[in-house]
C-alpha cells in the first residue's frame, strides 16, 4: 500500500501541469498540426518551395533555435549558473548550422577543408562526411556510422533532455540531487512528449500519406517540418523556463 502511495505520488509529480504548461502544450499542438496540415493540404510545388534549402521552415528552425538561445542566456544572467549558458551556446550553434552560418544569404565561398569533407560542399558542422547521415551516393548510414550522424545525435538529445531526463529526476533521489546541484532546468513531462508526438505525427505521415512517386524534395520538405516542430518544443521549454524561474538560484524551488 505504501509502495503504491509513492508510486502515485511519483507519477503525480511527473505529470504535473499547472495554466503555464497547459499554454504552452496547447501552443506546441497547434503550431506543430497546422504545420502538417499545411504539408498535407497544399501543393506538391508549393510545399517543396516551403521546406527546400532557405525556404520558410528552414528559416523558422533557425529562428526558432536563436529564440531558445536567446532565453537560457537570460535565464544565465539572472542564475549565474555554467550550465545555461551551455545550454544557450548549443542552440545558438543549432542556429547558425541550419543555415549553414547565412552562407547563402551572404553568399560566401565555403574554406576548401569544408569543399572536400562537406558532403554538400557547404559552411557547417552537420553535413561534414562523419556527421552528415547520408553517404555521398546518397544512401543513408546504418549502424555505428549512423550513430555519430547529427541527425542521430539531435534525436537522441531531444529524446534524453526531453523525456527520460523527466521521468529520471522524479524517480531518482541520487540523479535529482546532482541534477539540482549543477541547476539543470527539467522540462515538463507532459511538454517533453511533443518530442515524440511530433516524430511520431511524421513518421505516420511519411509512410501514409507521401506516396512512392512523389518527389524525394516533397518527402525531404516533410522531414524539414518535422525538424521545425521540433525545434518549435524547445522555445516552449525556454519560455516555461524563463517565465518560471525568475528569481535567482536560492529562492526557488524546483517544481512550480
Known amino acids: 500500500m505504501v509502495k503504491e502511495r509513492s508510486l502515485i505520488r511519483y507519477l503525480k509529480e511527473l505529470l504535473f501541469v499547472n495554466k503555464r504548461i497547459v499554454i504552452y502544450v496547447a501552443l506546441s499542438l497547434t503550431i506543430i498540426l497546422l504545420s502538417y496540415v499545411l504539408y498535407l493540404i497544399l501543393k506538391e510545388e508549393t510545399v517543396i518551395k516551403l521546406g ?29 549558473k555554467l550550465i545555461h549558458l551551455v545550454f544557450s551556446l548549443i542552440f545558438f550553434i543549432g542556429m547558425g548550422e541550419e543555415i549553414s552560418w547565412g552562407q547563402r544569404i551572404i553568399k560566401f565561398q565555403s574554406p576548401e577543408y569544408f569543399k572536400e ?23 543513408y548510414k546504418k549502424g555505428i556510422s549512423y ?11 531531444w529524446f534524453v533532455y526531453g523525456i527520460m531526463l523527466p521521468i529520471v ?25 511533443f518530442f515524440i508526438i511530433n516524430w511520431t505525427i511524421w513518421k505516420i505521415i511519411g ?5 512512392e512517386d512523389a ?3 516533397y518527402y525531404y ?32 524551488t524546483r517544481i512550480q
Request: glycine fraction near 4%; charged fraction near 15%.
Open 169 to 193: 529526476y522524479v524517480f531518482s533521489r541520487f540523479v535529482k540531487k546532482i541534477i539540482d546541484s549543477i541547476d539543470l532546468l527539467v522540462p515538463p513531462f507532459v511538454l517533453g512528449l
Open 52 to 80: 527546400r534549402e532557405d525556404g520558410l521552415f528552414e528559416y523558422l528552425t533557425s529562428l526558432a533555435f536563436l529564440i531558445t538561445s536567446i532565453f537560457f542566456m537570460i535565464i544565465f544572467f539572472r542564475r549565474k
Open 221 to 252: 520538405a516533410g522531414v524539414e517540418i518535422n525538424e521545425f516542430g521540433s525545434a518549435i518544443v524547445f522555445v516552449m521549454i525556454s519560455a516555461y523556463f524563463l517565465q518560471t524561474f525568475r528569481a535567482p538560484v536560492a529562492s526557488v
Open 215 to 217: 518527389s524525394v524534395f
Open 117 to 139: 569533407n562537406n558532403i554538400q560542399s557547404e559552411f557547417n558542422i552537420h553535413n561534414l562526411k562523419i556527421f552528415d547521415s547520408q553517404e555521398e551516393g546518397g544512401n
Open 147 to 157: 550513430i555519430l550522424s547529427m541527425n542521430f545525435l539531435y534525436k537522441l538529445f
Open 207 to 211: 509512410s501514409l500519406f507521401v506516396s
